[in-house]
């Protein structure tokens, strides 16, 4: 029975170690997708660029701390949990320190997109015709 619990845990971490470096990946590229973006919206000076650039990042960070929130999983003691505590603590404060630059940028912009159905004023809702009655 034992034997089958090491193999399980064994299985379980290469697992959880290959979503990580999934997860780790999909950030990287990512990271360099929105850089490519950035660049190409900065030459044709677009307004937009540094918002381009900072949700890709956003979006980056987010699966980079996918990945560390997965390795949290297979820590083994203390110091690493420590560590990795502190790697997250770090990307969550820079995932918020991007999401705000996003919203200034946005009214700076005023390019709020957070639009709600009551701010629609150029659709005016449309009435169902009334069908005939047909009697036979």
């Not at 650039?53 to 980056?60: S, T």
């Amino acid at each position: 029975m034992e034997d089958i619990l090491q193999l399980v845990q064994k299985y379980f971490e290469l697992v959880i170690e290959w979503a990580v470096l999934l997860c780790e990946l999909i950030g990287v590229i990512m990271i360099v997708l929105t850089a490519i973006r950035g660049v190409i919206a900065w030459i044709r000076k677009n307004p937009h660029a540094r918002l381009i650039a900072a949700e890709g990042i956003a979006i980056a960070l987010t699966f980079k701390m996918g990945g560390e929130v997965l390795r949290t999983v297979i820590v083994r003691d203390w110091q690493e949990l420590l560590i990795l505590g502190a790697v997250v603590l770090l990307r969550v404060v820079m995932a918020v320190i991007i999401h705000f630059e996003i919203r200034s940028e946005r009214q700076m912009l005023g390019d709020e997109q957070e639009e709600t159905p009551a701010k629609k004023t150029d659709e005016t809702p449309v009435k169902p015709k009334k069908l005939p009655i047909i009697r036979l």
